[in-house]
T-cell receptor, first 115, second 111 residues
Framework: DARVTQTPRHKVTEMGQEVTMRCQPILGHNTVFWYRQTMMQGLELLAYFRNRAPLDDSGMPKDRFSAEMPDATLATLKIQPSEPRDSAVYFC?????????????FGPGTRLTVT | DAKTTQPTSMDCAEGRAANLPCNHSTISGNEYVYWYRQIHSQGPQYIIHGLKNNETNEMASLIITEDRKSSTLILPHATLRDTAVYYCIVSYTGANSKLTFGKGITLSVRP
C-alpha cells in the first residue's frame, strides 16, 4: 500500500531555530505539494513542484521558508528562522501525471510547535 | 478555481444516509468537483470526483445537478468512523494542480 511519508511527525523547537521537514512522495508521482493547516487559516497551499521543478510558491513566506526537491524521492521544507506563528501542521501530498489519476495523496503531516 | 460554499456542520444517525450539499455556482465547464475528507489528526483523504455525470465508488456517491452549480455527496450508510470534516473543492485537474480548501462541513455521526 503506497503512502506518502513525512518526517518528523512532531517537532518542538525554540524561536529562531532552523526547522527542516521531509517528505517522501509515492514512487512515480511527479507532482508534490506542501500545505499548512492552522485553526485560523485552515488548509492552505504553500508550494508545489512538478517533475522536481517549482511551479508555484506564492503561498510561502519567502524570507524564511524554502522548499526544494533534491531528487524524485525527497521533498524538503525549511524554515529559518522559525517563529511562533509558524506553529501548524504541515502536510505533503503527491499526485500522478495528469490523466493517470485525479487524486492527491496526503501524508500524515508534521506537527510543528515553535515556542 | 471556482469557490464553493458548504454548511458549517451537520449530523446524522449511524446507519443512515448522510447527504452533504455543496454550492459551486461559478464553476466553469471543464472544472471538476472533488470531495476530500479529513478525520481528526490525519491528512485529507480523497473520496470522489465528478465532471457532469453522477459518480459512485466504494466510499460514496456524488450527485451533480444538471446546471453543475451544486452537488451532493452521499454516504449511504454512515458509520462513526465517517465523523470528519468534508471538503468540496472545484479544480481543473486535482492530482496535478493545487487544491483550494475552504472550511468544509463537519459531519458528526451519532450512535
Amino acid at each position: 500500500d503506497a503512502r506518502v511519508t513525512q518526517t518528523p511527525r512532531h517537532k518542538v523547537t525554540e524561536m529562531g531555530q532552523e526547522v527542516t521537514m521531509r517528505c517522501q512522495p509515492i514512487l512515480g508521482h511527479n507532482t508534490v505539494f506542501w500545505y499548512r493547516q492552522t485553526m485560523m487559516q485552515g488548509l492552505e497551499l504553500l508550494a508545489y513542484f512538478r517533475n522536481r521543478a517549482p511551479l508555484d510558491d506564492s503561498g510561502m513566506p519567502k524570507d524564511r521558508f524554502s522548499a526544494e526537491m533534491p531528487d524524485a524521492t525527497l521533498a524538503t521544507l525549511k524554515i529559518q528562522p522559525s517563529e511562533p506563528r509558524d506553529s501548524a501542521v504541515y502536510f505533503c501530498a503527491s499526485g500522478l501525471p495528469h490523466g493517470l489519476s485525479y487524486e492527491q495523496y496526503f501524508g500524515p503531516g508534521t506537527r510543528l510547535t515553535v515556542t | 478555481d471556482a469557490k464553493t460554499t458548504q454548511p458549517t456542520s451537520m449530523d446524522c444517525a449511524e446507519g443512515r444516509a448522510a447527504n452533504l450539499p455543496c454550492n459551486h455556482s461559478t464553476i466553469s465547464g471543464n472544472e471538476y468537483v472533488y470531495w476530500y475528507r479529513q478525520i481528526h489528526s490525519q491528512g485529507p483523504q480523497y473520496i470522489i470526483h465528478g465532471l457532469k455525470n453522477n459518480e459512485t465508488n466504494e466510499m460514496a456517491s456524488l450527485i451533480i445537478t444538471e446546471d453543475r452549480k451544486s452537488s451532493t455527496l452521499i454516504l449511504p450508510h454512515a458509520t462513526l468512523r465517517d465523523t470528519a470534516v468534508y471538503y468540496c473543492i472545484v479544480s481543473y485537474t486535482g492530482a496535478n494542480s493545487k487544491l483550494t480548501f475552504g472550511k468544509g462541513i463537519t459531519l458528526s455521526v451519532r450512535p
